[in-house]
Nanobody, 122 residues
């Protein structure tokens, strides 16, 4: 089970940190990803982290602004979002998949959280 939190309303240029807490004792064996879905659009990849915290992958649109990290001791994955833009407004979902390497492929993720809304005002 995945529980995402940390969304909210922020002005353009601001920052937010999303968290996703996972239940279970094998958290470290899942690739963890963040996706987002804006109104009227398909769900899109944001970032992912593999078993190794150094194995990360980002969408081009967020590279340099967002940072994904994981704390296996706390069964939690984070998404630090800086320099937010109105185009980042979306519901953000965390996901877990049965593989070691970070991936942007949505179908590789087996479990999904409920989503947390991020709204960036201009």
């Amino acid at each position: 089970q995945l529980q995402a939190s940390g969304g909210g309303l922020v002005q353009a240029g601001g920052s937010l940190r999303l968290s996703c807490a996972a239940s279970g004792r094998t958290f470290g064996r899942y690739v963890m990803g963040w996706f987002r879905q804006a109104p009227g659009k398909e769900r899109e990849f944001v970032g992912a982290v593999g078993w190794s915290v150094g194995n990360t992958l980002y969408a081009e649109s967020v590279k340099g602004r967002f940072t994904i990290s994981r704390d296996n001791a706390k069964n939690t994955v984070y998404l630090q979002m800086n320099s937010l833009e109105p185009e980042d407004t979306a519901v953000y979902y965390c996901a877990a998949g049965f593989q070691s390497l970070a991936t942007m492929t949505l179908s590789r993720y087996n479990y999904w959280g409920q989503g947390t809304l991020v709204t960036v005002s201009s």
